[in-house]
T-cell receptor
Framework: IAGITQAPTSQILAAGRRMTLRCTQDMRHNAMYWYRQDLGLGLRLIHY???????GKGEVPDGYSVSRANTDDFPLTLASAVPSQTSVYFC???????????FGDGTRLSIL | QKEVEQDPGPLSVPEGAIVSLNCTYSNSAFQYFMWYRQYSRKGPELLMY????GNKEDGRFTAQVDKSSKYISLFIRDSQPSDSATYLC???????????FGSGTRLQVQP
């Protein structure tokens, strides 16, 4: 079934550790996005990529980095995790333009 | 103040009821409007997608956009227990693909 795969599904991480969240899509979508979802705050954009080889900052980019080496993969890295990064992280993709975004099922990350 | 406001609920209705979910927004540049449904421990799933003002119907779901009032609505007819989920509104302006989301309304449909 075509869609977005995120890994891991959940993780508990010690503060200060480095962590990479993986996202792969098989729909050949040009654009990809990373959001975090926190209670009462909804989904907030961390980083995005309009096409392979390009990335941009969203609303809450600090402490996160991304890369887009090819069309299918868009990993999100926390260089040195802090407790405030405890959240549910969602990856999304869209064909481009203003086409709707499609989401994966998220990674639940707890930083202790 | 948030750009998009959405009542968190929970909204509890009996099976078969008509449900009305709403969002208000402050950015008059928003042109693209979406409703997503999110089940527990799952990702958001696109329900409705509209451009500018007007109505759009898809089965039991109707989306309305009133740009003059900066107000969007999602109506669910003949609600079912399987409609129990959190409903998120999302929107974006022309020229910017990233979405601005409401915080979501939790809906419970009682059998």
């Amino acid at each position: 079934i075509a869609g977005i795969t995120q890994a891991p599904t959940s993780q508990i991480l010690a503060a200060g550790r480095r962590m990479t969240l993986r996202c792969t899509q098989d729909m050949r979508h040009n654009a990809m996005y990373w959001y975090r979802q926190d209670l009462g705050l909804g989904l907030r954009l961390i980083h995005y990529s309009n096409t392979a080889g390009t990335t941009g900052k969203g609303e809450v980019p600090d402490g996160y980095s991304v890369s887009r080496a090819n069309t299918d993969d868009f990993p999100l890295t926390l260089a040195s995790a802090v407790p405030s990064q405890t959240s549910v992280y969602f990856c999304a993709s869209s064909p481009g333009g203003h086409q709707p975004q499609h989401f994966g099922d998220g990674t639940r990350l707890s930083i202790l | 103040q948030k750009e998009v406001e959405q009542d968190p609920g929970p909204l509890s209705v009996p099976e078969g009821a008509i449900v009305s979910l709403n969002c208000t927004y402050s950015n008059s540049a928003f042109q693209y409007f979406m409703w997503y449904r999110q089940y527990s421990r799952k990702g958001p799933e696109l329900l409705m997608y509209t451009y500018s003002s007007g109505n759009k119907e898809d089965g039991r779901f109707t989306a309305q956009v009133d740009k003059s009032s900066k107000y969007i609505s999602l109506f669910i007819r003949d609600s079912q227990p399987s409609d129990s989920a959190t409903y998120l509104c999302a929107m974006s302006p022309t020229g910017r693909r990233a979405l601005t989301f409401g915080s979501g309304t939790r809906l419970q449909v009682q059998p």
